[in-house]
């Protein structure tokens, strides 16, 4: 069974600092991984979707990496603003397109 | 693009009574739709996959005579919540698959629904 790690569980910034979420996989032989984006008492906002065979994507001010041999990706968030603040997700793609879910980081950008 | 709605946002009904609670992709049509559920903290728990034109795959532990799952055109998905009772409280999210002619770009997540059982 999948498992999916996110550290830390919760990063607090000042704005303008960049930030770095981290998540790490137990089982390296998925089909896709998503970042998302929840605020409270919300659904899920698609941040980045990388495919098993990416390395990274990029939107905007956000990158996330893949390395799928080490069952990790992190994603990056420059320039960190008090929008920013929220819980990150990270979600892993089986083969029958099932996601596991990390627990998240909850992150708080100081003004 | 890639919108995905719920109906309602809340709701709060009597025990033994039943809830349907609606899931539709707005821009694209989507072969398969999924229902999590998510505790207060807690990350989201995957019930079902909803599979258009066939029965739902439930995950282990889903009671499936206790959440029916109709998946009944390409753009809607509907989960009914039969008797609930106190502990079926909770926010359900639906998520739906985009595999447009783009190529595959993942689910994309309703806003969610908080049922609460009274």
């Known amino acids: 069974k999948q498992e999916v790690t996110q550290i830390p569980a919760a990063l607090s910034v000042p704005e303008g600092e960049n930030l770095v979420l981290n998540c790490s996989f137990t089982?390296?032989?998925?089909?896709?991984l998503q970042w998302f984006r929840q605020d409270p008492g919300k659904g899920l906002t698609s941040l980045l979707l990388?495919?098993?065979?990416?390395r990274e994507q990029t939107s905007g001010r956000l990158n996330a990496s893949l390395d799928k041999s080490s069952g990790r990706s992190t994603l990056y968030i420059a320039a960190s603003q008090p929008g920013d603040s929220a819980t990150y997700l990270c979600?892993?793609?089986?083969?029958?397109?099932?996601?596991?879910f990390g627990a998240g980081t909850t992150v708080t950008v100081r003004a | 693009g890639a919108v995905v709605s719920q109906h309602p946002s809340r709701v709060i009904c009597k025990s033994g009574t039943s809830v349907k609670i609606e899931c539709r992709s707005l821009?694209?049509?989507?072969?398969?739709m999924f229902w999590y559920r998510q505790f207060p903290k807690q990350s989201l728990m995957l019930m079902a996959t909803?599979?258009?034109?066939?029965?739902?795959?439930?995950e282990q532990g889903v009671e499936k005579d206790k959440f029916l799952i109709n998946h009944a055109s390409l753009t809607l998905s509907t989960l009914t919540v039969t008797s609930a009772h106190p502990e079926d409280s909770s926010f359900y999210i639906c998520?739906?698959?985009?595999?447009?002619?783009?190529?595959?770009?993942?689910?994309?997540f309703g806003p969610g629904t908080r049922l609460t059982v009274l």
């Open positions: 821009d694209f049509q989507a072969t398969t």
């Open positions: 979600a892993v793609f089986s083969n029958d397109y099932k996601l596991s």
């Open positions: 998520s739906a698959r985009d595999q447009g002619l783009a190529g595959d770009r993942g689910q994309f």
């Open positions: 990388i495919q098993s065979s990416q």
């Open positions: 909803s599979n258009e034109g066939s029965k739902a795959t439930y």
């Open positions: 089982d390296s032989a998925i089909y896709n």
